[in-house]
């Protein structure tokens, strides 16, 4: 490929104060220089030899040209790689080279990073994918811009591959010397890019972004080192353990120990705890300062108050201004609250509950439900504010059905109901005989009797025709209920008999034809005549 050029035109002329002697000599050797580089251009490529060096990114040692290191590159994502030359003393402003690339990577664009820009006499980047090469070619007559110490040559941009390990290498290369016009010896260093996967994102977020005492955070992770199950905790203020609930709510309102949720780099929820000092508490899972003027939340009914449970959050059963929200109830001091959502003792609706539980003494949500023995277990609030479960059987004509007394019929209680034929081994008819069959048990399947374990009648025996189920008659399968020749229901083959044709005798008509006397079933003889057609 032949490089561009340029319309020459003179660089306009700089102020001689600031060019030295050796630069003035040498603008009659720069345009020889760029005049070669306009002539043969890439074409002195072909003469360079291919030099083959350690896998390892550009160091910056003198007289040295690589690539340098790109950092992480993931997966398929475009990277971007420069190459790079530190020339020492000397001065060039010339340059060209090839950067070799394995059939895995697409060059999709070469960059000058030289800023020689209008005054370049020679521009040629070019990414030749057929040859696995990025080409890279620029002059310039402007001896002014010429490059010494470590020049950034280009940048050179590659399509996303997968994973994996891919060889750079600068295979030719030409830097001319601007002071010699001779071509400058660099060594080569080829570059090893790794290419990795991409980084999962986190799976573990935390909302006030690590341990922050004075924040109160939500920490969404796995719960354990065994990373089976995810979950969701907040910070908390810890009180000291008496086994007195009433004890444990009141310390936990002066608690001076934050409970801090945070992410382990497994993503598993790490804890930690503080204290808050003297002149703080924790309130809410947070340190805050401590208030001695009445306020609300301070888990004292002051004036104007009807509640105060610690805290200042609405939908708690104790709003934030202190008042006891709608359908809830609120006892003691501090305030515990309790909320009922069927309204109490209502055992036809299914429910729930929320409060803290009478037996446990846990806070949290509880639903009406069944127990396994049928009862309806019904959560209600107690007068001092606890949920309760209240355990009954269900009245009469009703059965528990998803936490609620429902009327109808319980299939699978083993009791005989309005609408059911049996119940497990509970029968209206516990007998196959009362029904015509020969003998047997019937089974029970969703409460409907199933005839099919009764023993059936074979070929030949007296019948009774009826429609239970799948059955119509008492007959065994394959067979069928029919009136026989003196009008008596038994039980017949419905599958015809096969008749075993033998010939006995064949003789050809005068008129063509065919004629076999054969023997069929019992003793039976039949003619058949098959006609034959003469030409």
Known sequence: MKPKLKPHRHPPQPNRTFISHKAEANKSLIIGIVAIIAVVGLGLLLFFSKQFVGKAYYTGGVNSIGVVSPGEVVSDTPFTVTVKANLGTKNTVGILFELDYPDELECTDVKS????????????????????????????????????????????????????????????????????GQEITLTLEEAEIIVVAPKEKPICTDSDNGIDFNVKGTVNGYLTTEKKEIGTLSDTCVAAATGNEEDTHKELLRSKVVHELSCSPEDVISHSWHHCGETRECVEGKCVPIKSEPYCGNGVIDAGETCDDGNAVDEDGCSATCTVEEGWTCSGVPSRC??????????????????VNEAANLFGTYNDSCSNEGKILERTCTSDSKVKINSQDCPSGTHCKDGACVAGAVCGNSILETGEQCDNTTFTVENCTSKGFKGGTPTCTNCIVNYSSCTRHTVGETCTLFT?????????????????????????????????????????????SLIATTSVGKGKEYDITVTLAFN
């Open 468 to 512: 239970l189920g799948a059955l119509a008659s008492t007959c065994a399968d394959g067979l069928t209920c029919e009136k026989n020749n003196i009008g008596a229901l038994v039980c017949t083959s419905s599958i015809p008999p096969v008749a075993i044709v033998k010939p006995i005798d064949i003789k050809l008509t005068p008129v063509g």
């Open 113 to 180: 990073l030289l800023n020689w820009g209008d005054d370049a006499l020679i521009y040629d980047t070019e990414c030749d994918n057929s040859n696995r090469e990025a080409i890279f070619e620029y002059a310039t007559p402007n001896y002014m811009l010429a490059k010494s110490g470590e020049v950034e040559i280009a940048n050179i941009t590659f399509k996303g591959v997968k994973e994996g390990s891919y060889n750079l290498t600068i295979g030719r290369i030409k830097i001319l010397d601007l002071d010699t």
């Open 338 to 355: 309790c909320f009922d959502s069927d309204g109490g003792y209502n055992l036809s609706v299914w429910g729930w509950a929320i409060g």
